[in-house]
């Protein structure tokens, strides 16, 4: 049996907007022109009642070219944003990421167009970062039986994602 539900639809994205989301993945890789970045995927959470549930929205924080450093200010506003404590010492990048993962927050997101050598790109990009307004935890990942991907069953798994699909 199975019963339409016109709640649960593809809407070809997320809509420009604030959510609430649960960070996902963590990961720190590299372009193909060798700068780094961190990626963060985050899932938009289910346990709450919003538009866009278990959509990716995904963030990255680019080093910058001269200094081969991350901005202090966006790795500290996501901290602040995932109520991370003030202070907290880390002893390395892999250890303040794992940190990151399964904490909540909310984003606000806009749709936006870039250009990169000549070809225009559609991206969602987060523009604020805020805490959750729902501390408490419940969201259900999606599994196998789900019709979803197996990354959804595990949580902190990478998702592979090729050099051949990044528009830099």
């Keep these: 049996m199975f019963t339409l539900d016109h709640e649960n639809v593809f809407e070809g994205g997320l809509q420009d907007g604030t959510y609430e989301v649960v960070v996902y993945l963590t ?3 590299a372009a193909k022109s060798g700068t780094e970045f961190i990626n963060l995927s985050m899932i938009v959470r289910n346990d709450i009642e919003q538009k866009g549930k278990n959509q990716y929205v995904f963030h990255k924080i680019w080093a910058s070219k001269e200094t081969g450093q991350f901005n202090n200010q966006a790795i500290n506003t ?3 944003a995932l109520q991370l404590p003030n202070g907290k010492q880390y002893n390395s990048l892999d250890e303040l990421l794992q940190d ?3 904490k909540t927050c909310r984003v606000t997101v806009k749709n936006e167009t870039s250009e990169y ?3 225009t790109y559609n991206n969602l990009n987060v523009k604020k970062w805020e805490t959750t307004k729902f501390p408490t935890f419940n969201h259900v990942f999606k599994t196998k039986d789900d019709s979803q991907s197996e990354a959804f069953s595990n949580p902190g798994k990478p998702i592979e994602i090729s050099d051949d699909s ?3």
């Design 166 to 168: 990044l528009p830099f």
């Design 117 to 119: 050598n000549g070809t």
């Design 100 to 102: 990151f993962t399964l």
């Design 78 to 80: 996501i901290g602040k």
């Design 27 to 29: 990961k720190q890789d």
